[in-house]
């Protein structure tokens, strides 16, 4: 029997295997396979997912990790995922500090002091930074850089910046009401289609200036949709957000961004020129799976049975006494 675990961070939530575990790795093709399969929100397993974290040997890490979006896309980064990826390194190798392999980078991960009882929590760093046409990528939409920028092909009004952290990412922000309204879900819909200004897609997140250092953001993403929360949405928004509205946010000052899961903590860094972000936030462990190494070998996951961590629960006492739960019932 093969393991598998149900995992989130803000609820952003995953399914991870560690190929290491398995008598020989799968081939990419299967993992895709599976990955559709296993996270269908109707016909998958547990409620289906968010995407897949694939965890591999890796020379001079501790491990690599690769992510595979629900419609089998394969995504550079994924912020909310690696915080789980190194929770299960960490507790499979004992170290609180190290690397992890991404398809881009080797970012830096640790243990960071529990959010609340039951809510273990780890620090991801979230780099390469570029705002460079060509790292998105964006075309025709007259810009060589979009920093808080109004792109009348998209919108009339709204300031739009573009960054990949390395995934791509388009970020407004926004009052409360556009937070809610269908504007985010029209434009993640038509800038993930076939279109001439994004053509390997985007994830677009609106966020709201709550406060000082504080906002609510959410993501539309590539490759999946709405999700509770994007880690490396959540980290280039908190970039966009020193850029455009200094006023509201400073580099290497902790963010806090709430999010329909839950919350992070963000913070943005500038050393030598060269940006970075660190994602703060919880790494959750809701489901333990066994589950038949043949199916797995087959893209299936059939025979699979499942047993709760027990995590759930104290995950959901957390959350519910977090602010702006209005947001999340409205949206
Ligand atoms: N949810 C992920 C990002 C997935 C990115 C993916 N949708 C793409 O760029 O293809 C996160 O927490 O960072």
Not at 65 to 75: E, K, R
Not at 147 to 159: A, K
């Amino acid at each position: 029997m093969a393991e598998l675990f149900k995992v989130h961070g803000s609820d952003n939530n995953f399914f991870l295997l560690d190929q290491t575990a398995l008598t020989a790795p799968l081939p990419l093709a299967t993992l895709t396979r599976l990955t559709q399969r296993i996270t269908d929100r109707h016909t998958g397993l547990l409620g289906g997912a968010d995407g897949m974290l694939v965890v591999s040997a890796d020379p001079a890490a501790a491990g690599r990790m690769t992510v595979i979006n629900a419609d089998g896309s394969i995504a550079k980064m994924c912020g909310n995922g690696l915080r789980t990826v190194s929770r299960y390194l960490s507790e499979k190798t004992g170290a609180k500090s190290f690397a992890v392999q991404t398809a881009q980078a080797r970012l830096q991960v640790h243990e960071a002091p529990a959010f609340a009882e039951g809510v273990p929590a780890f620090g991801v760093e979230i780099s390469p930074v570029s705002f460079a046409a060509a790292d998105l990528p964006f075309a025709q939409l007259g810009h060589e850089q979009i920093i808080d920028t109004v792109l009348p092909q998209l919108h009339p009004t709204l300031r739009f910046t573009a960054v990949a952290v390395p995934n791509p990412h388009l970020i407004a922000f926004v009052d409360e009401s556009e937070l809610k309204s269908d504007t985010l879900r029209a434009l993640g819909e038509r800038l993930n289609a076939q279109n001439p200004y994004f053509p390997e897609g985007v994830n677009v997140t609106f966020a709201a200036i709550e406060g000082p250092n504080t906002i609510f953001a959410r993501t539309y993403e590539r490759g999946v949709g709405f999700t509770n929360a994007c880690g490396t949405g959540m980290s280039a928004t908190s970039l966009a957000l020193v850029l455009a509205h200094p006023e509201a946010a400073s580099l290497a000052v902790p963010l806090t961004v709430y999010n329909p899961g839950g919350m992070v903590n963000t913070i943005v860094h500038q050393d030598d020129g060269r940006y970075w972000i660190e994602l703060i936030g919880n790494a959750t462990v809701t489901d333990q799976i066994s589950i038949p190494e043949a199916s797995l070998k087959a893209g299936t996951f059939s025979g699979a049975s499942s047993t709760p961590t027990g995590e759930t629960t104290q995950y959901t006492n957390f959350v519910e006494q977090l602010p702006y739960r209005d947001i999340v019932a409205a949206v």
